[in-house]
């Protein structure tokens, strides 16, 4: 991010530039200090607790997270398959076979599904409307525990964005 602003100020410096060129090395600046910000702003309390940076006590900052609702006995075994929406997915479905190692199963010239090993697909789907990579739905395969009286021995839970 440091380098394309500083390639972006360079081709600027003392020149007259259009509106949209503008807008656009702000932005760049803007997911900048975004990034700087929220990458440094983790660690807070390594210098302790109730200080300036982490004002919390350490029973508030470590205490457990309070269950929604009582354990069902489900144990989440395996992603079945992520989806992702972007405008060039052939693209990015490359990035993940070149940085994760993952094998292409199939590319119909819409969407490419690849393997994630033996656990897991995920579907590349083009998506020319979108600026950037989504991810639409996905499926994670669970099992239960069994309990007297029940029949249900897997479950699959489905989520769905609505972007």
Known sequence: MNDEL???????VGKVISRPKAFRLLGVAAAGILFVTSAFGQGDCRD???????????????ASIRPVFAPTGWKTVALDHITFEMPDYRKEAAFYVALMGWKLRSDDGRQAVLDMG??????????????????????????????????????????????
Not at 48 to 62: D, L, V
């Open 48 to 62: 302790g607790y109730e200080t300036q940076s982490c004002p919390m006590t350490e029973k508030a900052a470590t």
């Open 118 to 163: 033996d656990w897991g697909s995920a579907i590349f789907k083009e998506s020319p409307e979108r600026r950037s990579v989504v991810v639409t739905n996905f499926l994670l395969r669970h099992s239960a525990v069994e309990r007297p009286g029940s029949r249900v021995r897997t479950a699959e839970a489905r989520t769905k964005s609505g972007y």
């Open 6 to 12: 500083a390639e972006l100020t360079s081709q600027y």
